[in-house]
Nanobody
Framework: QVQLVESGGGLVQAGGSLRLSCAAS????????MAWFRQAPGKERELVAA????????AYADSVKGRFTMSRDNDKNMVYLQMNSLKPEDTAIYFC????????????????WGQGTQVTVSS
């Protein structure tokens, strides 16, 4: 059974930083592409960042390029999202997701989802 557990969310002032973590339970973690999605109140869930199963390829939403960095540690079954220069519009619930793919960015490809962690950025 695959479980994804996010942590690291919280309240931060604009311009600040947070680091989100996602702990994954699957034994073959390195065979899964991973991603972070977010959903703000009244908006659809959107891709924030994605990383290939080996970690060599990444993709970012235009709105976070240059500010957010996604990484993974396949030895520890962990993925991370370093968020810098946070803006109020980054306020959302952030979800970790896994896909049994080399690389994926479409949320329909992701079969496993965490419960989410709230990120709130005050102005």
């Amino acid at each position: 059974q695959v479980q994804l557990v996010e942590s690291g969310g919280g309240l931060v002032q604009a311009g600040g930083s947070l680091r989100l973590s996602c702990a994954a339970s699957m034994r073959t973690f390195s065979t899964y592409a991973m991603a972070w999605f977010r959903q703000a109140p009244g908006k659809e869930r959107e891709l924030v960042a994605a990383i290939s199963r080996g970690g060599g390829s990444t993709a970012y939403a235009d709105s976070v390029k240059g500010r957010f960095t996604m990484s993974r540690d396949n030895d520890k079954n962990m993925v991370y999202l370093q968020m810098n220069s946070l803006k109020p519009e980054d306020t959302a619930i952030y979800f970790c997701a896994a896909a049994l793919r080399i690389f994926a960015t479409n949320q329909r490809e992701f079969g496993y989802w965490g419960q989410g962690t709230q990120v709130t950025v005050s102005s």
